[in-house]
């Protein structure tokens, strides 16, 4: 008899988006993530997931170390920032602390950074909410865009993976949930599209 397969182990780390505020568990793009990984073959546990809607990249970076999540980790996924751009942070602030996060990233690997995905923020500027709020679309747009620019520089740097989502919610800005503002499990069906190949080539051809 083969000996069974050890499963992968994986910790998504982020903001409302990756605990999936306003839609059911098994909505969350993390754990559509997982859905479909086991439908390709590839033996992984469910998400650990450390996010809390609201969360800074500073709270994010609290709230790893209250859970210390043990290492190593075959896949992490980090997707953070937009509470920061919600809350007017400077782009040199956010700059320095998502760099920090992505350095522990990539440490809860084992030092593996291929095994790291990184996902873009979404533009919450043009949901119903930021609409009815009277909030300016295109100033969201433009600082989210400075922030993503700096995620992905950052994310190349360290020789992760940086997936762009954004412009799936630029595309699709009536796919939101009751709330108006945060995805629909449409939505972050369609996330996992785009994010799903990268995953694939993180955790290499053998997965």
Not at 147 to 169: K, L, M, P, Q, W
């Amino acid at each position: 008899m083969m000996p069974a397969t050890p499963p992968l182990h994986y910790l998504a780390l982020g903001d409302s988006y990756t605990i999936g505020e306003a839609v059911a568990a098994d909505q969350r793009w993390p754990a559509v993530l997982v859905q479909q990984l086991r439908q390709a073959g590839v033996v992984i546990d469910d998400p650990h997931i450390i996010a809390v809607t609201g969360w800074t990249t500073d709270e994010l970076a609290r709230g790893m170390d209250a859970a210390s999540p043990i290492p190593p980790y075959d896949l992490v996924t980090l997707q953070i920032g937009v509470n920061d751009q919600y809350r007017g942070r400077p782009a040199d602030e956010y700059r320095s602390q998502f760099a920090s996060l992505l350095a522990r990233a990539v440490a809860l690997t084992g030092n593996r950074p291929t095994r790291v995905v990184v996902a873009s923020i979404p533009d919450w500027g043009v949901t119903r909410f930021a609409h009815e709020q009277g909030r300016d679309r295109a100033v969201i747009a433009s600082e989210l865009d400075v922030y993503n620019a700096i995620a992905r520089g950052e994310t190349s740097r360290a020789g992760a993976h940086f997936v762009d989502i954004t412009g799936i919610s630029r595309e699709h800005p009536g796919l939101v949930a009751d709330d108006g503002l945060h995805p629909s499990a449409a939505q972050y069906r369609l996330w996992v599209d785009r994010i799903a190949p990268a995953v694939r080539a993180a955790l290499g051809p053998s997965r």
